[in-house]
């Protein structure tokens, strides 16, 4: 494929759209960031040491919310690399465009909406 076939399927954001969309990362990057400091400062120790049935619990629903602000941290981060690189808004998969729509409500996609349900459906 070659590059302006790319360049092509990129113009569906506007300029506005695009500034509107790393600002929305660049807060949700902030954001994230700031969770796993917090959580890293609030990890369960034994010096406040929970109930016998307690401690179990708390860690691992500690480990999985960390867990998983690491992978939206990474999902971001991939996503504001992507627009620095002109690839933002272009499908990982079959190399369409991501439909503006989508990248409103989740601007860290990588898939267009086709590909990601046949993705979930392949689970």
Do not use: W
Request: aromatic share 2%.
């Amino acid at each position: 494929m070659n590059h302006q076939l790319i360049a092509d399927r990129t113009t569906h954001l506007t300029p506005e759209e695009l500034a509107a969309l790393r600002e929305n990362l660049e807060e949700q990057r902030l954001f994230r960031r700031e969770q796993l400091q917090q959580l890293s400062l609030a990890a369960p120790s034994r010096a406040n040491e929970p109930r016998p049935g307690e401690a179990a619990s708390q860690v691992e629903v500690h480990v999985k919310l960390a867990a998983c602000a690491r992978m939206v941290l990474a999902d971001v981060e991939a996503a504001l690399r992507r627009m620095d690189e002109g690839r933002y808004g272009v499908c990982g998969l079959c190399r369409g465009p991501v439909a503006a729509e989508r990248l409103t409500i989740v601007p860290q996609a990588r898939h267009c909406g086709r590909c990601r349900q046949v993705r979930e459906a392949g689970r």
